[in-house]
């Protein structure tokens, strides 16, 4: 199961999680062009290996492992993997 970044990290987007992430599956990075139009960091479902290192270094608790995540924010499971297939 992978995480997922939810409601809170809209308008935040703090790339700590980024830093930590041993497979480059959280996006967009701050020097991606599309960083500024995104609302929110995204995990990518198929890259995610569940490791949780992000959890920890997000300052505003946004992520959650898909099986915890509160049951008002479980169109975001949808969201994060959406965008993606852009």
Not at 24 to 36: N, R, T
Not at 61 to 83: M, S, V
């Amino acid at each position: 199961m992978p995480h997922i970044i939810a409601e809170p990290c809209i308008g935040t987007k703090d790339t700590a999680c980024v830093a930590v992430c041993p497979v480059d599956c959280i996006h967009p990075v701050k020097d991606a062009p599309e960083f500024e139009k995104a609302d929110q960091l995204y995990i990518d479902p198929d890259t995610c290996i569940d490791c949780g290192l992000c959890v920890d270094e997000c300052p505003v608790k946004a992520i959650f492992p898909e099986e915890d995540l509160p049951a008002e924010w479980q169109a975001y499971i949808q969201k994060n993997a959406d965008w993606f297939k852009k």
